[in-house]
């Protein structure tokens, strides 16, 4: 089955800089990565996904890239707010949505002020 | 946007009792239910799918009779935990999928305490 690892396990920034997670998977079919962020005591939220058809994916200050040929996938956070202290998850799946996903183990991003 | 809930959001149970959580597609109809589980500052691991009308597909090492699933509407799934023990004490999220849909939207979770 698919694994997916997760880095790092605990990130923490200045108020403004950027954030970096980084993730490999080990299937190559998987073709669906998403990203979640979770905050204490809630379930996850969806905050941005990519295909394996497309290299990279934007959404203001977030952007996910994916190399197919490597295996990883990477989430990038630009100009980092408090509001972005959560713990991300990175995920993977290869059922076109009849698959459920298989997780990382979660990074939790702490933003300094 | 698309809106799942569950209910409970927390409950609190003897040893040897079973509990009900229930999960709902409140916007859209789900084909498609997953059921999760989360010890703390852990990630969650896949416990089954499920397909409305259809049986539950179970994760290696997860007890289909302890953990009974049953998805009777495509907007309600229901996950019972039988004879609940203290290591059963945990977070349980369900997440919907729309349609044919890729997006997985997840409930707000439920917190099990077995004491």
């Known amino acids: ?113 | 946007g698309a809106v799942v809930s569950q209910h409970p959001s927390r409950v609190i149970c003897k040893s040897g009792t079973s509990v009900k959580i229930e999960c709902r597609s409140l916007d859209f109809q789900a084909t498609t239910m997953f059921w999760y589980r989360q010890f703390p500052k852990q990630s969650l691991m896949l416990m089954a799918t499920s397909n409305e009308g259809s049986k539950a597909t179970y994760e290696q090492g997860v007890e289909k009779d302890k953990f009974l699933i049953n998805h009777a509407s495509l907007t309600l799934s229901t996950l019972t935990v039988t004879s609940a023990h203290p290591e059963d004490s945990s977070f349980y999220i369900c997440s919907a999928r729309e349609g044919g849909g890729e997006h997985r939207y997840f409930g707000p979770g439920t917190r099990l305490t077995v004491t």
């Open chain 1, 1 to 113: 089955g698919e694994n997916v690892e997760q880095h790092p396990s605990t990130l923490s920034v200045q108020e403004g800089d950027s954030a970096v997670i980084k993730c490999t998977y080990s299937d190559s079919a998987s073709n669906y990565f998403p990203w979640y962020k979770q905050e204490l005591g809630k379930g996850p939220q969806l905050i941005i996904d990519i295909r394996s058809n497309v290299g990279e994916k934007k959404d203001q200050r977030i952007a996910v890239t994916l190399n197919k040929t490597a295996k990883h996938f990477s989430l990038h956070i630009t100009e980092t707010q408090p509001e972005d202290s959560a713990v991300y998850f990175c995920a993977a799946s290869s059922g076109g949505g009849a698959d459920g996903l298989t997780f990382g183990k979660g990074t939790h991003l702490i933003i300094q002020p």
